[in-house]
Structures are given as C-alpha cells and as structure tokens.
C-alpha cells in the first residue's frame, strides 16, 4: 500500500480541479526522507488503523498467487522446448535463452492477469472511506466493468508487457548465478551436469541467489511500475493521454527520482516472497525428481 501511494504522486494539472482529486494517491511532486512514515501514519490514524494496511489484501492474493502459477508454468514449459532445441544442436542454453523464456512467461502472465492488478492498484490507491472507492475485490470488478468496459480491466498493459523485462533480467540473474554458485561448489562434475543442475546448492544458497537476483531486476525496471501504477488509478484517462505522457509528466515535474518512488518499500515488501517462492520452487522441483 505504501509503494503504490509513493508510486502515485502527481501534480494536479490546471483543467482538474482540485476536489475532484481528493480521494487519489498523495500528489506531492517531491521525494524527500520519511515520506513512507508520514504516509504510514496517514493510513493509521485517518483510514482505520492497521485494518487499513490490510485493504486490497484479496486482489494482492488472488493476483501473486495466480501470477507465479501461471509464471512457472509458463517458463518451465518455454525453457523445456528451447533446452530441447538446443539439445538437438549440441548446445546448452545461454543468458539470452533464459531471458526469452522468462520473458515469453512474463507476457502471458501479464495479458492473463492485468484486470486483477488494476483492481488491486486502486483499492491500496484509496482508503476505505473515500468517495468511490472499491469496498471489495468483486465490487470494483463490477465498477470498471459497468463504468469502464473490458478495457477498463486493461489499463496499464503496455508499461506492464514493457515489464516482462523485469521477470527475464530476474531469471536470467538468478539461472546464471546458480551456475556459478554450482560451479565454485563443485569441481569434478561434468559440463553437462554443472550448465543442467544445481548440485551441491542449499537453501542459503537459494536465499542469497533470489535476494541478488530480485534487487538486481527491480533496480533495472522499476520505472515501468511507476508509470503502471499511474495510468491504473481511478482518474487516470482525464489525467495523462497513455504511458508516453506520464513518463513526459514525471520526468518534467519530478527528474530521474520520480521514477523510483517506492523502490524501498516495494524491496522490502516483494523481498521475503521471493524468499519463499523460490525456496518452495526449489525444494518441490528437488523432491518431485527424486520420486520420478
């Protein structure tokens, strides 16, 4: 809730009045320390205290859970068809195989589960008691629909396809880092074993790997989920024409800093999923090839 707060500061342009805007995101063009504790302190004493951190909690599950489902499949089945390739070629597969794959997963995803992030964008956007805001998950569901249209449900999809960057930098990081965290681990193994497997790799491993990889990819894209975010919230069709006029309006109003509004809050939050995710992933993929 507090990245997308972040995320979402604008200057409100001449032809909006005011009022109208009152129930959006902070719209403070600057980025200056303690801007996350004031708006915590916001959230807590004007929006219903710590229930009011917990709003949108059902769009946020719903969409990470379906999300990385639908991502592993989706990157598992891609890497399988191109080592298959590969194979057939006496090759192995290299940095930009990987991108390709996670990336490949990452549009898929993206297209099937855009409708679930807009909602989630605009219930953390808003507090509970704003005028207009979704009271639930089905609720503003029904809203863009009968207000919006199907492509209501769409809003931000070219910065968030612009984003599958972000998943291929992630997994291409973190498939080389396994390698060569195997590869200072193990001496004697084949080529074959060392560039296929992760032998010897322990769950601190998995832990640093994913930490590296995460900060590393979230450091590169991290733009787009500002400019996302913006084009997502409830009066973004009256404020800004599509993605090139944010990016026009941040960079104008607010520098290169705008760009990364929330960048602390969002590691900190997506950091101990990634943890979890990617120690399951691993653990479950050990095990399951040990029954085969």
């Given at each position: 809730m507090v990245k997308t707060r972040l995320q979402g500061k604008f200057d409100v342009p001449?032809?909006?009045?005011?009022?109208?805007?009152?129930?959006?995101?902070?719209?403070?063009?600057?980025?200056?320390?303690?801007?996350?504790?004031?708006?915590i302190r916001e959230i807590f004493y004007h929006e219903g205290g710590l229930v009011a951190f917990y709003r949108?909690?059902?769009?946020?599950?719903?969409?990470?859970?379906?999300?990385?489902?639908?991502?592993?499949?989706?990157?598992?089945s891609l890497?399988?068809?191109?080592?298959?390739?590969?194979?057939?070629?006496?090759?192995?597969?290299?940095?930009?195989?990987?991108?390709?794959?996670?990336?490949?997963?990452?549009?898929?995803?993206?297209?099937?589960?855009?409708?679930?992030?807009?909602?989630?964008t605009r219930m953390l956007s808003t507090g509970s008691r704003a005028p207009?805001?979704?009271?639930?998950?089905?609720y503003g569901a029904k809203q863009i629909y009968n207000a919006e249209g199907i492509p209501g449900f769409y809003r931000g999809?070219?910065?968030?396809?612009?984003?599958?960057?972000?998943?291929g930098l992630q997994f291409m990081a973190y498939e080389q880092l396994k390698l060569l965290r195997s590869w200072s681990k193990t001496?004697?193994?084949?080529?074959?074993?060392?560039h296929s497997g992760t032998e010897g790799?322990?769950?601190?491993?998995?832990?640093?790997i994913s930490s590296l990889s995460k900060v590393f990819a979230s450091s590169m894209t991290y733009p787009y989920q500002v400019i996302r975010s913006r084009l997502q919230t409830y009066e973004a069709r009256v404020i800004y024409r599509g993605a090139v006029d944010v990016f026009s309006q941040i960079w104008a109003r607010e520098g290169m800093a705008g760009f990364y509004k929330g960048l602390g809050p969002n590691l900190f939050r997506?950091?101990?999923?990634?943890?979890?995710?990617?120690?399951?992933?691993e653990n479950t993929k050990f095990y399951l090839s040990r029954l085969e």
């Open positions: 001449p032809q909006i009045e005011s009022w109208e805007l009152n129930y959006l995101v902070d719209r403070s063009s600057s980025s200056r320390l303690g801007s996350s504790l004031r708006i949108g909690l059902t769009p946020n599950v719903i969409g990470n859970s379906t999300s990385w489902g639908l991502y592993f499949l989706c990157y598992g890497k399988d068809t191109i080592r298959a390739y590969r194979d057939k070629k006496g090759q192995i597969l290299s940095s930009s195989d990987y991108f390709i794959a996670s990336g490949g997963a990452g549009a898929i995803t993206s297209v099937l589960t855009n409708p679930i992030w807009v909602i989630k207009g805001a979704y009271s639930s998950f089905t999809l070219v910065p968030a396809l612009f984003g599958v960057s972000h998943g001496t004697e193994v084949s080529q074959t074993k060392s790799l322990g769950n601190l491993d998995f832990f640093a997506v950091l101990p999923s990634t943890w979890v995710t990617f120690l399951v992933y």
